[in-house]
């Protein structure tokens, strides 16, 4: 069982930037971010492979959003600039065990306001 905490969230005015990270206790394939904005569905923000660093993002965070891998550390930070209020949800750190299937593993969520 794999156990991840993240840090970072927090409020910040509409342009400004956050940076989010997650720590895994053990080895993982893959970490990745969701959101989860009130009255809708969890959405992928960005994934990352935790060995050759192929990184996938949404559209709508595209050139805004970058995410990256500490292997040392067994960490992984997710940069966001241009906030928008849009970006508003709760952040959800997941990380899988294998490129096919295995177990998936999620944090507790941290909330992100863009507010001004």
């Known amino acids: 069982q794999v156990q991840l905490v993240e840090s970072g969230g927090g409020l910040v005015q509409p342009g400004g930037s956050l940076t989010l990270s997650c720590a895994a206790s053990?080895?993982?394939?893959?970490m990745g971010w969701y959101r989860q904005a009130p009255g809708k569905q969890r959405e992928l923000v960005a994934t990352?492979?935790?060995?050759?660093?192929?990184?996938n993002y949404a559209d709508s965070v595209k050139g805004r959003f970058t995410i990256s891998r500490d292997n040392a550390k067994n960490t992984m930070s997710l940069q966001m600039n241009s906030l928008k209020p849009e970006d508003t949800a709760v952040y959800f750190c997941?990380?899988?065990?294998?490129?096919?299937?295995?177990?998936?593993?999620w944090g507790q969520g941290t909330q992100v306001t863009v507010s001004s």
């Open positions: 990352m492979t935790r060995r050759s660093g192929i990184t």
């Open positions: 997941t990380a899988k065990s294998g490129p096919y299937g295995g177990s998936v593993y």
């Open positions: 053990g080895s993982v394939y893959a």
